[in-house]
């Protein structure tokens, strides 16, 4: 896809899945605001292993599920 969503489209789009965003567009604290969808599946391991194929310049990785109370998030 070469459109430009906000998060509000890609989120109404894709619920619960992961999604490959290039050319993220981001506020002051780094939120995704506006992208490319490059990528989306429920399956997080697929949509990693088209971001390792594709190799945007500039990409962000967004989840738009709910996660589960007492979830812990490492980075």
């Given amino acids: 896809m070469e459109e430009v969503l906000t ?3 890609i ?3 894709f619920d ?3 999604i490959l965003v290039g050319d993220p567009q ?3 604290a780094l939120e995704v605001r506006s992208g490319k969808v490059l990528w989306h599946s429920r ?3 697929e949509v990693y292993r088209k971001a390792v194929e594709l190799r945007p ?3 962000a990785m967004l989840y738009t599920g709910k996660m589960p109370k007492d979830t812990a998030v490492v980075l």
């Fill in 16 to 18: 619960s899945e992961w």
């Fill in 57 to 59: 310049k500039r990409s």
């Fill in 11 to 13: 989120e109404a789009q």
């Fill in 26 to 28: 981001t506020n002051e």
């Fill in 43 to 45: 399956d997080r391991d």
């Fill in 7 to 9: 998060i509000a489209q």
